[in-house]
């Protein structure tokens, strides 16, 4: 009878029903969209940054800091091919990172070398190329230390000049050079790397992987990404945090609504209530009569605003959304980002909607029930 | 004795100022009676029987329900005596708009937490009594006003209480309708045995009344046994 009275009261209340279902739907809209843009967000930017570093890293075990001209991991190719065994679909990249000092026309600058196995060419970042009075076709002097501690010079010849903010050039304040000449200038053989960054689909199996891999590898220092990025949860926080933001001013302003809507609603039918409790209906009778009406019109508003967060969902997955647009948390990625469903956490603001309605109609729920009998039954407050 | 009053008073703030809504009433009622409370509008007919009714509480005095205190128990207590022991009849009828008839009457049993089959039994019933089982099926609206007070009554009686009150039960009826649903109310105290106190200023039903308390200003002017009843 309470589930029957809740329901066909919802329904004679169709217009203060109707504001309290919109308003669920808006918050779970909000909550379920910003979660899927965060949660997509994430998995961009995990992705992003785990192709800049790596899924899985391979470093000379007695590297320091301010020694890694010294080190190096040799027999690159052989490392390539027992990586390929283990993890058939490896894209594996070996690295070269060295300080150097480049010269032109007097003027130097300290700066980094960075060198990829597809890095045909020298090419300068133009804040460096600016400091340097560079162009391109410019041959330019770097001066290094190799692997003894002796002096290195190799001339480079610039072959293009990149705008700032691209990749591992910072500020634009860097050169990117041909892996040979990074060896030639640190003194290496052909088959030293400073180390070897792995990459590969499923990047999630990349600690079963990476305990494979020490055992092949022993006396070289490898590291997943779950070991490197450990600060990567406090760069999903900031993420979290904006996202939350968003749903949280949503779901105050709705409260406001839903008290206000709950409070018109029980005043409307004080005289109904008044008459429950006259003939023996408890308040804890009444109240869960009412609170029942609210978790019906609650529930039909959070199916339909799951409804609606999957087709903007699956709108917003079609062209995806620049990465500028959701803060510039990093701000030197580039591309797009794609929201993700969590189910899970889908159904958790399913239930926190509710409770939330559920919470902000308490007060007026419990001003009626509180209400003497005699009171409630009067035509006027 | 069903209910005595002693001394029983009862004040309103209006603003600044205070109604004496009641003004020290005392007297009681025996099982069994159908009594009316008569007086003008304002002379404290429906506060009377709100307080007799548990539904408020009095400024001061004692109320005594089968001899026990009553005047100032908890709000569960009197809805635990509400419950089981007493039945209502409005004057706007005050059935729940969004249900049946049927369920409308059905309500105060699953209040008690009877059981199904003996609700539906009870209800039927009740709904046989008073005369009422075509229109089982229908809601408020649906209904005239005289069919409403029916369905009022067999509200109030369904529970099986010791005490009926009506407040102006006939107000919003038409005077034949009003004098059917008071003949009703009659029929059921001599059948059942309820206690029926019913207010109104239609002087037509005094007569019918076995008690006549006659209300002034809050006090009690007449008490007034008649049609063979004894005090």
Same mark, same amino acid.
């Given at each position: 009878m309470l589930f029957r009275t809740a329901i066909r009261n919802s329904l004679k209340y169709f217009r203060r029903s109707l504001v309290i279902v919109i308003c669920i739907a808006i918050s779970t809209v909000a909550m379920q969209t910003m979660d899927g843009i965060g949660e997509g967000f994430k998995m961009s930017a995990l992705r992003f940054m785990l192709n800049q570093q790596g899924m899985i890293v391979f470093e000379p075990v007695k590297a320091e800091p301010l020694e890694f001209a010294v080190y190096s991991i040799s027999k690159y190719e052989d490392i390539k091919e027992e990586i390929l065994k283990i993890i058939p679909d490896a894209r594996i990249s070996g690295k070269i990172f060295s300080p150097a000092i480049v010269v032109k026309d007097s003027f130097s600058i300290e700066t980094a070398v960075t060198s990829e196995d597809d890095i045909s060419g020298t090419i300068i970042g133009e804040k460096t190329a600016k400091m340097l009075d560079s162009k391109v076709g410019d041959t330019v002097i770097l001066f290094g230390s190799n692997r003894y501690g002796g002096l290195s010079v190799v001339p480079a010849k610039v072959e293009s000049t990149i705008s700032e903010n691209f990749r591992s050039i910072r500020n634009g304040k860097g050169i990117m050079l041909p892996i040979s000449l990074a060896r030639m200038l640190l003194g290496w053989?052909?088959?030293?790397?400073r180390l070897v960054q792995i990459n590969f689909?499923?990047?999630?199996?990349a600690d079963e992987y990476t305990e494979q891999l020490r055992e092949v590898f022993p006396d070289i220092k490898i590291t997943s990404w779950r070991e490197r990025l450990t600060n990567i949860e406090d760069l999903f926080k900031v993420s979290d945090f904006k996202m939350n933001t968003f749903a949280a001013i949503i779901l105050i302003l709705v409260a406001g609504i839903i008290m206000n809507t709950v409070l018109t609603s029980v005043l409307e039918r004080k005289n109904d209530i008044g008459t429950l409790r006259s003939i023996g209906a408890s308040r804890i009778y009444v109240t869960k009569m009412i609170l029942l009406e609210i978790i019906f019109v609650s529930l039909i508003g959070t199916l339909i605003g799951t409804s609606l967060s999957y087709i903007i969902i699956k709108f917003l997955l079609k062209g995806g959304i620049a990465l500028g647009e959701v803060g510039g948390v990093i701000d030197y990625m580039s591309g797009s980002i794609y929201p993700e469903i969590v189910p899970l956490k889908w159904f958790i603001h399913i239930v926190f909607a509710i409770v939330w309605a559920v919470i902000w109609s308490l007060y007026p729920v419990l001003y009626i029930v509180r209400m003497k009998p005699v009171d409630a039954l009067k035509k006027t407050l | 004795m069903l209910i005595q009053m002693e001394n029983v008073k009862k004040d309103y703030a209006l603003g600044k100022t205070t109604v004496h809504a009641v003004r020290g009433v005392s007297f009681s009622l025996r099982e069994g009676e159908f009594a009316v409370i008569a007086? *003008? !509008?304002? !002379?404290g007919k429906s506060t009377l029987l709100n307080l007799m009714g548990l539904l408020d509480v009095p400024t001061s005095g004692k109320i005594s329900f089968e001899g026990k205190d009553v005047s100032s128990i908890s709000e569960s207590e009197a809805t635990n005596i509400r419950k089981t022991r007493i039945g209502f009849i409005f004057q706007t009828f005050? &059935? @729940? *708009?969004? &249900?049946t008839a049927f369920e409308n009457i059905e309500l105060p049993l699953i209040l008690k937490g009877k059981k199904e089959e003996d609700r539906e039994e009870r209800t039927k019933r009740i709904l046989k009594e008073t005369g009422i089982s075509d229109i089982a099926s229908h809601k408020p609206d649906e209904l005239s006003g005289g069919q409403r007070q029916r369905v009022a009554i067999a509200r109030a009686l369904v529970s099986g209480p010791d005490v009926v009150f009506a407040d102006e *039960? =006939?107000?919003? &009826? +038409?005077s034949e309708t009003g004098m059917q649903i008071i003949k009703i109310m009659q029929k059921l105290n001599k059948t059942e045995g309820v206690t029926f106190v019913f207010s109104t200023? +239609? =002087?037509?039903?005094?007569? @019918?009344?076995g008690r006549r308390l006659e209300l002034r200003d809050g006090r009690i002017v007449k008490d007034v046994v008649q049609n063979g009843n004894k005090k």
């Amino acid at each position: 009878m309470l589930f029957r009275t809740a329901i066909r009261n919802s329904l004679k209340y169709f217009r203060r029903s109707l504001v309290i279902v919109i308003c669920i739907a808006i918050s779970t809209v909000a909550m379920q969209t910003m979660d899927g843009i965060g949660e997509g967000f994430k998995m961009s930017a995990l992705r992003f940054m785990l192709n800049q570093q790596g899924m899985i890293v391979f470093e000379p075990v007695k590297a320091e800091p301010l020694e890694f001209a010294v080190y190096s991991i040799s027999k690159y190719e052989d490392i390539k091919e027992e990586i390929l065994k283990i993890i058939p679909d490896a894209r594996i990249s070996g690295k070269i990172f060295s300080p150097a000092i480049v010269v032109k026309d007097s003027f130097s600058i300290e700066t980094a070398v960075t060198s990829e196995d597809d890095i045909s060419g020298t090419i300068i970042g133009e804040k460096t190329a600016k400091m340097l009075d560079s162009k391109v076709g410019d041959t330019v002097i770097l001066f290094g230390s190799n692997r003894y501690g002796g002096l290195s010079v190799v001339p480079a010849k610039v072959e293009s000049t990149i705008s700032e903010n691209f990749r591992s050039i910072r500020n634009g304040k860097g050169i990117m050079l041909p892996i040979s000449l990074a060896r030639m200038l640190l003194g290496w053989g052909e088959q030293e790397v400073r180390l070897v960054q792995i990459n590969f689909d499923e990047f999630w199996r990349a600690d079963e992987y990476t305990e494979q891999l020490r055992e092949v590898f022993p006396d070289i220092k490898i590291t997943s990404w779950r070991e490197r990025l450990t600060n990567i949860e406090d760069l999903f926080k900031v993420s979290d945090f904006k996202m939350n933001t968003f749903a949280a001013i949503i779901l105050i302003l709705v409260a406001g609504i839903i008290m206000n809507t709950v409070l018109t609603s029980v005043l409307e039918r004080k005289n109904d209530i008044g008459t429950l409790r006259s003939i023996g209906a408890s308040r804890i009778y009444v109240t869960k009569m009412i609170l029942l009406e609210i978790i019906f019109v609650s529930l039909i508003g959070t199916l339909i605003g799951t409804s609606l967060s999957y087709i903007i969902i699956k709108f917003l997955l079609k062209g995806g959304i620049a990465l500028g647009e959701v803060g510039g948390v990093i701000d030197y990625m580039s591309g797009s980002i794609y929201p993700e469903i969590v189910p899970l956490k889908w159904f958790i603001h399913i239930v926190f909607a509710i409770v939330w309605a559920v919470i902000w109609s308490l007060y007026p729920v419990l001003y009626i029930v509180r209400m003497k009998p005699v009171d409630a039954l009067k035509k006027t407050l | 004795m069903l209910i005595q009053m002693e001394n029983v008073k009862k004040d309103y703030a209006l603003g600044k100022t205070t109604v004496h809504a009641v003004r020290g009433v005392s007297f009681s009622l025996r099982e069994g009676e159908f009594a009316v409370i008569a007086g *003008p !509008s304002g !002379s404290g007919k429906s506060t009377l029987l709100n307080l007799m009714g548990l539904l408020d509480v009095p400024t001061s005095g004692k109320i005594s329900f089968e001899g026990k205190d009553v005047s100032s128990i908890s709000e569960s207590e009197a809805t635990n005596i509400r419950k089981t022991r007493i039945g209502f009849i409005f004057q706007t009828f005050n &059935l @729940i *708009p969004v &249900l049946t008839a049927f369920e409308n009457i059905e309500l105060p049993l699953i209040l008690k937490g009877k059981k199904e089959e003996d609700r539906e039994e009870r209800t039927k019933r009740i709904l046989k009594e008073t005369g009422i089982s075509d229109i089982a099926s229908h809601k408020p609206d649906e209904l005239s006003g005289g069919q409403r007070q029916r369905v009022a009554i067999a509200r109030a009686l369904v529970s099986g209480p010791d005490v009926v009150f009506a407040d102006e *039960p =006939t107000a919003n &009826l +038409d005077s034949e309708t009003g004098m059917q649903i008071i003949k009703i109310m009659q029929k059921l105290n001599k059948t059942e045995g309820v206690t029926f106190v019913f207010s109104t200023h +239609d =002087t037509r039903l005094f007569k @019918i009344a076995g008690r006549r308390l006659e209300l002034r200003d809050g006090r009690i002017v007449k008490d007034v046994v008649q049609n063979g009843n004894k005090k």
